[in-house]
């Protein structure tokens, strides 16, 4: 099982597109979601995932286990799921699109979902490190970091949409 370790910021702008190199329309609800722990099923371009994640660790690092299933397991699941699911489009941004020649790294990306439905207007990055202190360039499309409020993690968003804040 691997730690993930991740920072969250909201998105100012629709830069990110033009940076982006592939993009992907995600589909995801929570089986369980409790103390911190969760059981997601994800369909994504026709693929279905099972992700356990467990309680955080350290800010924004926690425990994660994802195993790829069928598109029909994946369907069987949601039926499944608790109310509320999380539907976005996301865009796969690589740091070397805009980062400075000391700090380029081909192995390093940003997430950023644009979300659909209840939480339509909200735009977020992510990006994975091996440690939450580690430096990373900044395009000039981030805004303000929000890994420490919760209120912007995917499992929130199923359950307390953006619009309803």
Not at 125 to 138: G, K, N, Q, V, W
Request: aromatic share 12%; glycine share 8%.
């Amino acid at each position: 099982m691997q730690i993930e370790t991740e920072r969250k910021f909201l998105v100012t702008g629709d830069g990110y597109k033009a940076e982006a190199v592939e993009k992907h329309r995600i589909r995801q609800g929570y089986i369980a979601h409790d103390s911190g722990r969760s059981v997601r099923v994800r369909i994504s371009d026709g693929q279905g995932f099972l992700t356990i994640k467990g309680p955080y660790i350290a800010l924004g690092s926690r425990p994660e286990w994802e195993k790829e299933i069928s598109l029909q397991e994946a369907e069987d699941l949601f039926v499944l799921c608790k109310p509320g699911s999380i539907d976005k489009t996301r865009w796969i941004v690589p740091i070397d699109s805009f980062a400075p020649l000391g700090m380029k790294d081909a192995s390093r990306f940003f997430e950023v979902d644009e979300f659909h439905g209840e939480n339509e207007g909200l735009v977020l990055a992510e990006i994975e490190l091996s440690e939450a202190d580690e430096a990373f360039p900044r395009p000039s499309w981030l805004g303000k970091e929000v890994t420490d409020d919760k209120r912007y993690y995917n499992g929130y968003l199923a359950r307390k949409p953006f619009k309803s804040w």
